[in-house]
């Protein structure tokens, strides 16, 4: 008998800053969404959301290119908005790569076990979990509620941690999602760095280290042995991508604070 993800392994990813909102369906339901303990929150981030992206300096708050006004504009309407399952309304790099929205039904029930998807606006949610398409970074500091990350760092531990006890956290979050929750003692944390290797000199990439990290989620999502149940046996899985995805893995050691580093190394 196969062991499940949900007791097994979390892994925990950053929204994507694109995002594609879905044409057709009800509105966000709050009391439909997974971790209902953070719905006074959700809902007083989707307040003051709405009422800040509606002033003049809107894009200036939220940290925003003038280009992108028009998804400003869409944050007024998103109590109205419809909404579809996160998987496909996360859109990315890092999500193309771990393509959630095309994973069989049985992949997707353990992706939904195990998968956490951190935002600024809902605090965490799992794939299958209805939302709309909305603008708003986990470091900005939104009025009426203050720094996201400090918000949501008050409310999500008592949510996580009881998941993350004695499981393998793998998390490939950047920093401003890092910053909203840490894994408790009991947890085995691994953080999951990418590194580019170019005539024998290493280099941290950005743009393929989204690309990567959604390879490995994709990779922990369908294959079909018995998920890892520690960070050695997390190197040993992604060992598997030698050769094609990857040039390397490289596991770091134990640390006494903060989570152990695996490095994954592409060309």
């Known amino acids: 008998m196969r062991a499940s993800y949900s007791r097994a392994v979390l892994l925990l990813l950053p929204p994507s800053e694109g995002k594609t909102a879905p044409r057709r369906g009800a509105p966000v339901d709050l009391d439909a969404l997974s971790s209902p303990a953070l719905n006074p929150l959700r809902a ?5 959301l709405v009422e800040v992206s509606a002033r003049p300096d809107a894009a200036q708050v939220l940290g925003v290119s003038p280009g992108l006004a028009d998804e400003v504009t869409r944050n007024t309407r998103l ?3 419809p909404a579809a399952p996160a998987r496909g309304v996360y859109t990315g790099v ?6 959630l929205a095309g994973l069989t039904p049985a992949q997707r029930r353990r992706a939904a076990a195990c998968v956490r998807i951190f935002s600024g606006l809902w605090g965490v949610v799992t794939p299958d979990d209805a939302v709309p398409a909305y603008r708003l970074s986990g470091g900005v500091d939104l009025p009426g509620i203050g720094p996201l990350a400090a918000a949501w760092r008050a409310a999500l531990p008592d949510v996580l941690d009881a998941e993350a006890q004695g499981a393998l956290v793998v998390d490939g979050r950047s920093a401003d999602y890092v910053a909203m929750w840490r894994p408790p003692a009991g947890a085995d944390w ?6 580019r290797e ?3 000199r290493r280099s941290v990439v950005s743009h393929h280290a989204k690309h990567t990290r959604g390879v490995l989620a994709r990779h922990l999502l369908t294959r079909r042995a018995q998920p ?4 050695e046996a997390l190197a040993h899985a992604a060992g598997e991508l030698v050769g094609t995805a990857l040039l390397g893995v490289e596991l770091g050691d134990a640390r006494a604070r903060g989570p152990r580093t695996l490095t994954l190394v592409v060309g």
């Open 198 to 200: 170019l005539a024998g």
């Open 44 to 48: 007083k981030v989707l307040d003051a």
């Open 79 to 81: 109590r109205e908005a």
């Open 94 to 99: 890092l999500y193309a790569a771990a393509g």
């Open 228 to 231: 890892p149940r520690d960070a």
């Open 190 to 195: 691994v953080a999951v760095r990418v590194e």
